[in-house]
């Protein structure tokens, strides 16, 4: 009775949502992550021709390294690798699996709970295929959001995006320095359910905290953050090359 009673009174707030939503510390959503290269590599100093949206990872809302006895081994995913390299590069780099390492240490391991997700093979198969069925790149380029000198509004990209995919996503922008006026898109989460289907974002803002995790880059360098309305968006083009 006491317990109870003790229980009901701390369980106002957040936390006990969390305990009781979640008993067995699982999570309920994927975030499923992809950067611009462009921005990308202006950011980290790096090259790159992609002229399309990459794979940054595939990101459970709870927990990380859940598992860091349980090892990458590429030769596990050897059938996923040429397209893992198409979608999924390390744009820093390109020949080495590092960055699949790192992913599936900090986030594979937590997703690994859910049985549909619990070998690595699952998980980075799962990644890719949910790349392809919500096809951002299309999205984007079929409601007339495509890299150019000129600026968008963020009313702009962000409609294109919700009027496709119907739930809230999370699109983040490099910021300009101090004196800069404009914002450069840089990476967009779509997040899905345990069972793989279009949910918010954010569904409440009491879930922004267990949602909000660090776009930390491998290079542990990241300017992202939510693009704001008050400036326009840059989404810049692939140089061309002479
Ligand atoms: C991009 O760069 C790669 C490697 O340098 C090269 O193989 C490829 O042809 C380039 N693609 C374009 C469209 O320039
Ligand atoms: C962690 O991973 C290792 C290697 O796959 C596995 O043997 C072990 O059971 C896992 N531990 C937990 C708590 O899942
Ligand atoms: C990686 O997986 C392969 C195939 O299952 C296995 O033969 C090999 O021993 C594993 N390597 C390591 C370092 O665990
Ligand atoms: C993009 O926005 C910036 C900041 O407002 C502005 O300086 C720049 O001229 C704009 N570019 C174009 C092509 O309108």
Request: glycine residues 4%.
């Amino acid at each position: 009775m006491k317990f109870i009673a003790v229980a009901i009174i701390l369980c106002a707030g957040y936390f006990c949502e969390t305990a009781f939503a979640h008993p067995r510390g699982e999570w309920t959503k994927l975030i499923l992550t992809q950067h611009w290269p462009q921005t990308f590599c202006s950011v980290n100093k790096c090259t790159t021709n992609l002229s399309y949206w990459t794979l940054h990872g595939l990101w459970p809302n709870t927990g990380m390294r859940c598992n860091t006895s349980w090892h990458f081994n590429t030769s596990l995913i050897e059938d996923l690798i040429p397209e893992m390299k198409e979608y999924w590069p390390d744009l820093l780099a390109p020949s080495s699996p590092e960055f699949w390492k790192y992913e599936w240490t900090k986030h594979g391991t937590c997703a690994a709970k859910a049985e549909s997700l619990n070998s690595e093979h699952k998980y980075f198969s799962k990644a890719l295929e949910l790349y392809r069925k919500y096809d951002l790149n299309s999205v984007l380029k079929n409601n007339q959001i495509v890299p150019s000198e000129e600026n968008y509004t963020l009313d702009q990209v962000e409609t294109a995006i919700t009027s496709y995919y119907g739930v809230k996503t999370k699109i983040q922008c490099v910021h300009p320095g101090k004196g800069g006026q404009v914002q450069t898109l840089g990476q967009i989460e779509i997040c899905v359910d345990r069972d793989f289907q279009l949910i918010d974002c954010e569904k409440s803002t009491k879930e922004i905290w267990s949602n909000d995790i660090p776009a930390v880059l491998v290079s542990g360098q990241s300017d992202l953050s939510v693009c704001d309305h008050s400036m326009p968006v840059y989404y810049p083009p692939v140089p061309s090359r002479s």
